[in-house]
């Protein structure tokens, strides 16, 4: 059985398309076309904090039989789901891959996941966690937990020097002040 910290969520399904099994999806990814290229999956309900079952051969895995691309959305169609009753019962359930299959990206990129915990440095000082990636509207925002209290910095180069996915540290150049807000 797959562990939650070992796949990655690269969409939602979010009901069902037609009356042959096919899924409506909401991709979770910046590489939507990855589905493509995609032979199976995990399924993960929510709301049961839990893998699904392929209840056709008793595996973790669903094998990916078509993937059509409509507008914003994914429509995907799983082998052994062949009707509309059979795919309603995987709306809200996350897609899910081994993180070993995710997608590498540039030298100096991340993936936000990867930054969750990390310490954040500013002035050669510990300030805070990262707690969460936010977002209101303008750019995705770090949010930072200083053990007392929360501050964002957004994700932009000029506030961002130096991420260390080794040592778990982000050091940051901002304001003075802005941490006293």
Same mark, same amino acid.
């Given at each position: ?68 691309? +409509? /507008? %914003? ?7 052994? #789901? ?5 795919? @309603?019962? *995987? &709306? ?14 540039k030298k100096g990129g991340f993936y936000y ?8 440095? +500013? /002035? %050669? ?7 969460? #990636? ?5 750019? @995705?925002? *770090? &949010? ?18 130096k991420i260390d996915n080794d040592k778990k ?13």
């Amino acid at each position: 059985m797959p562990e939650t910290g070992s796949v990655i969520f690269i969409g939602k399904i979010t009901g069902s398309h037609g009356l042959g099994g096919f899924l409506k999806v909401i991709p979770l990814t910046d590489f939507s076309d990855r589905f493509d290229k995609l032979n199976e999956v995990y399924l993960f309900d929510e709301r049961k904090n839990k893998f699904a079952v392929n209840i056709k051969d008793g595996k973790f895995t669903f094998r990916i039989e078509k993937v059509n691309y +409509y /507008k %914003n959305q994914i429509r995907i169609k799983f082998f052994d #789901i062949d009707s509309k009753s059979d795919s @309603d019962v *995987l &709306k809200s359930f996350l897609i899910a891959i081994d993180e070993s299959n995710r997608i590498k990206i540039k030298k100096g990129g991340f993936y936000y996941y990867e930054i969750i915990n990390h310490k954040v440095i +500013y /002035k %050669n000082k510990e300030t805070g966690l990262v707690e969460a #990636i936010e977002n209101y509207g303008g750019d @995705d925002l *770090l &949010k930072v937990n200083t053990g007392n209290k929360y501050f964002y910095i957004p994700i932009r180069k000029e506030f961002i020097k130096k991420i260390d996915n080794d040592k778990k540290e982000i050091e940051i150049d901002i304001t003075e002040g802005l941490l006293d807000i």
